[in-house]
Each structure stands twice: as structure tokens, then as C-alpha cells.
């Protein structure tokens, strides 16, 4: 028979009603975690190559880019630093007046001074070596895109800026120079031939920016025009293909790739 000290170590059940409150408290943890903290990320196109290919599912960091808070210490709050990879909405709408969701690199922070020549990106006034960029060729130099801002964008090889890119830039130009304001953000893609950027469509405002790429969690071999299949036949089918070719089409070694 069980001693009084036995009955009083005994744990109680967990009633249905106790699990029950258990899972919703996790479930409240996950989303706040989710909403607030990380974002997953598809990369859609091949502009950020070979840094990231199309297909790369990424998490992104959006805690450490809000501004800093007395509630919140813990966070580890930063400003966005050159070179970074970072996850925004596009300021200039698209044909349907959407404003997409994008990832590019950090080019120039508030105050920078910054040009390129045939490819070479100066930043006040050094030229940087960066490794993960792209370099023009013989065969795919542009004018406008590889010794930006050099050619205005009115003319014919600057077509594809917006025109309200065409007008507001002379207003940032000193010299060579474009000379990035205060909250503002020059970014490009690392495949800097093959990049609709903001040598296209301009700064990207401070209030744009969503928060840092960290990690791809899961790769797997996508076509650049996927996204646009957004009929419900089409979306099966790009459904029941990722299905059927989960394990041999996904690019396991990027599995966990840190982004930098």
C-alpha cells in the first residue's frame, strides 16, 4: 500500500483540457516567431546568381532590421551594412501596380558616394573587389548598366529605366558620383548583366525593407518562369511535379547554405 510521501510525489494527469492549452500556447509561440521574427522566401529569378538560384527557399530575418525597442532588448538590432543581401519590396509597382518582393545586394547605405565603371563598382571613391559580382563581357556589355550612371537614362541604351527613375536621378548626381540620401538604399543583383535593379527603377526607401536573407533551407531545380504560372491548372501542375520529383530534383547540397 503507498505511503502518504508516495501519494504526495505522484504528478498529476494531464487532463484533455491541459494539452489542450499546452499545444495552443506552442501554436501562439510558432506564429508570433513567424510574423515577427522569420519570412520565408522564394527566390524567383536568376538576378542574385550564383548566390542564390532560382528555386532556393530561404529564411529571412526581419527581427534585427525593425527599429530598436525598450521591450524588446533581446533582439539584436542592427542597420543594414554594405554588402548585405536583403529582402524588400520593390518601390516602383509593377505592369499590374503590384510592388514585388525582392532580394538584391546592399550597394550603398545613406551618404555613399557610388559609380561603376565597365562592371567595377567605386564607392567613394575605391574600387571594390567583389567576388560574388558578375562581370561584363565583350559579348553582354551595356552602356548604361555596366558604367552607370555615366549614360542618362533617356536615351535608347537607358530605355528600360522608369520614368520616374529617368527624373529623379540628375537630382542625386554629383560628379561621376550617385550619392545615396539619407534612408535610402542602392542595391543591384549579383548577376549584375542579367539584374532589374536600382539602376532601373531607383533607391529603395528604409519603410521598403522586409530583413536579411540568412539561410536556404530547401533548393529545388525550378525554371525562371514558374512564377508566372498563375492559372489553378498551371499551379497543379507545378504542384504535382515538385511531388513526384521531390528527392531527385532537389539540390540537397544547398540544404542549410548560409547567405552571404
Same mark, same amino acid.
Given at each position: 500500500?503507498? &505511503?502518504?510521501?508516495? &501519494?504526495? %510525489? #505522484?504528478? =498529476?494527469?494531464?487532463?484533455?483540457?491541459?494539452?489542450?492549452? !499546452?499545444?495552443?500556447?506552442?501554436?501562439?509561440? *510558432?506564429?508570433?516567431?513567424?510574423?515577427? !521574427?522569420?519570412?520565408?522566401?522564394?527566390?524567383?529569378?536568376?538576378?542574385?546568381? !550564383? &548566390?542564390?538560384?532560382?528555386?532556393?527557399?530561404?529564411?529571412?530575418?526581419?527581427?534585427?532590421?525593425?527599429?530598436? #525597442?525598450?521591450?524588446?532588448?533581446?533582439?539584436?538590432?542592427?542597420?543594414?551594412?554594405?554588402?548585405?543581401?536583403?529582402?524588400?519590396?520593390?518601390?516602383?509597382?509593377?505592369?499590374?501596380?503590384?510592388?514585388?518582393?525582392?532580394?538584391?545586394?546592399?550597394?550603398?547605405? =545613406?551618404?555613399?558616394?557610388?559609380?561603376?565603371?565597365?562592371?567595377?563598382?567605386?564607392?567613394?571613391?575605391? $574600387? %571594390?573587389? %567583389?567576388?560574388?559580382?558578375? %562581370?561584363?563581357?565583350?559579348?553582354?556589355?551595356?552602356?548604361?548598366?555596366?558604367?552607370?550612371?555615366?549614360?542618362?537614362?533617356?536615351?535608347? &541604351?537607358?530605355?528600360?529605366?522608369?520614368?520616374?527613375? !529617368?527624373?529623379?536621378?540628375?537630382?542625386?548626381?554629383?560628379?561621376?558620383?550617385?550619392?545615396?540620401?539619407?534612408?535610402?538604399?542602392?542595391?543591384?543583383?549579383?548577376?549584375?548583366?542579367?539584374?532589374?535593379?536600382?539602376?532601373?527603377?531607383?533607391?529603395?526607401?528604409?519603410?521598403?525593407?522586409?530583413?536579411?536573407?540568412?539561410?536556404?533551407? *530547401?533548393?529545388?531545380?525550378?525554371?525562371?518562369?514558374? #512564377?508566372?504560372?498563375?492559372?489553378? $491548372?498551371?499551379?497543379?501542375?507545378?504542384?504535382?511535379?515538385?511531388?513526384?520529383?521531390?528527392?531527385?530534383? #532537389?539540390?540537397?547540397?544547398?540544404?542549410?547554405?548560409?547567405?552571404?
Amino acid at each position: 500500500m503507498p &505511503t502518504p510521501d508516495d &501519494t504526495a %510525489q #505522484t504528478p =498529476p494527469k494531464e487532463t484533455g483540457l491541459t494539452s489542450v492549452a !499546452s499545444f495552443a500556447g506552442l501554436i501562439a509561440i *510558432w506564429l508570433f516567431f513567424i510574423t515577427f !521574427s522569420v519570412q520565408n522566401f522564394v527566390i524567383p529569378s536568376a538576378s542574385m546568381a !550564383s &548566390t542564390l538560384l532560382v528555386g532556393d527557399h530561404v529564411l529571412v530575418d526581419r527581427a534585427s532590421l525593425a527599429p530598436a #525597442t525598450a521591450w524588446a532588448r533581446l533582439v539584436p538590432y542592427r542597420p543594414l551594412q554594405r554588402d548585405e543581401p536583403v529582402v524588400f519590396f520593390r518601390p516602383a509597382p509593377n505592369a499590374v501596380g503590384d510592388h514585388d518582393i525582392l532580394v538584391k545586394r546592399v550597394i550603398g547605405i =545613406p551618404g555613399d558616394r557610388i559609380h561603376l565603371r565597365h562592371g567595377i563598382l567605386f564607392r567613394n571613391g575605391v $574600387a %571594390q573587389a %567583389q567576388p560574388f559580382a558578375t %562581370q561584363p563581357t565583350a559579348a553582354n556589355y551595356n552602356p548604361y548598366n555596366d558604367d552607370f550612371p555615366a549614360i542618362p537614362p533617356g536615351n535608347s &541604351t537607358g530605355a528600360a529605366a522608369t520614368a520616374t527613375w !529617368s527624373v529623379d536621378l540628375p537630382a542625386h548626381l554629383q560628379g561621376e558620383d550617385l550619392v545615396i540620401p539619407p534612408g535610402h538604399y542602392f542595391v543591384m543583383g549579383d548577376n549584375r548583366a542579367n539584374s532589374y535593379d536600382s539602376r532601373y527603377w531607383g533607391l529603395v526607401p528604409e519603410g521598403n525593407l522586409i530583413g536579411r536573407s540568412l539561410v536556404v533551407y *530547401w533548393s529545388f531545380n525550378t525554371p525562371e518562369d514558374d #512564377t508566372n504560372k498563375t492559372s489553378p $491548372a498551371e499551379r497543379v501542375v507545378s504542384t504535382l511535379h515538385t511531388t513526384l520529383h521531390f528527392f531527385d530534383e #532537389t539540390r540537397w547540397r544547398r540544404t542549410l547554405h548560409p547567405i552571404r
